[in-house]
């Protein structure tokens, strides 16, 4: 495929905005780092550094999409955004664990999922929605976690399924090396 000839060159690209591509990279920072802090310290397999790659890719994904679409009547930019969804989705699968009856990682696929929804509004050029989404995310991380816990202690159960042994998820992402 010919790429339309309005298509800039990067230096044009990277300065577009006055200086809005780096500032779009720091949201991406930013609100990936909120959630994979969450996630870190939690010793989930999702942790800070993946978090914050999923927002930056996803980010410079609708960007790139949006850049080149720009004056060409062919071109669709949500196509972008489909196949980023296609493709987290099959990243965020790779989360999930099987054992017995017990299903792990769902929350953590759901997750990556939302770091790609954060990291193309961002790209689409809402940052500060990205930032609430982020925000929003963490809350529910943290308040529906406590809200878990504290209904299975009223019931008097556990976490675990029955029978089931306790099991731990990787401390870091840099044990999994």
Do not use: H, Y
């Not at 060159?9 to 994979?36: E, H, N, T």
């Not at 994904?61 to 980023?84: I, K």
Request: net charge neutral.
């Amino acid at each position: 495929m010919d790429l339309p000839m309005n298509v800039p060159d990067i230096s044009q690209w990277l300065d577009s905005g006055g200086g809005r591509f780096g500032f779009q990279l720091a949201a991406c920072v930013v609100c990936g780092g909120m959630v994979g802090i969450e996630r870190q310290l939690r010793g989930k397999a999702i942790g800070m550094r993946t978090s914050i790659l999923i927002c930056l890719a996803t980010q410079v994904f609708v960007r790139l999409g949006l850049q080149l679409s720009a004056g060409v009547e062919a071109t669709d930019p949500t196509r972008v955004v489909g196949q980023v969804v296609t493709g987290v989705g099959f990243l965020g699968a790779g989360v999930i664990l099987a054992r017995g009856d017990s299903i792990t990682g769902v929350t953590s696929a759901a997750v990556v999922w939302m770091l790609a929804a954060i990291g193309s509004t961002i790209g689409a050029g809402f940052p500060k929605e990205a930032l609430l989404l982020s925000a929003l995310v963490v809350s529910i991380l943290i308040v529906v976690r406590r809200l878990e816990s504290a209904f299975i202690r009223l019931r008097g159960g556990s976490d675990e399924p029955e029978g089931a042994q306790p099991t731990s998820e990787p401390a870091s992402e840099s044990s999994r090396r």
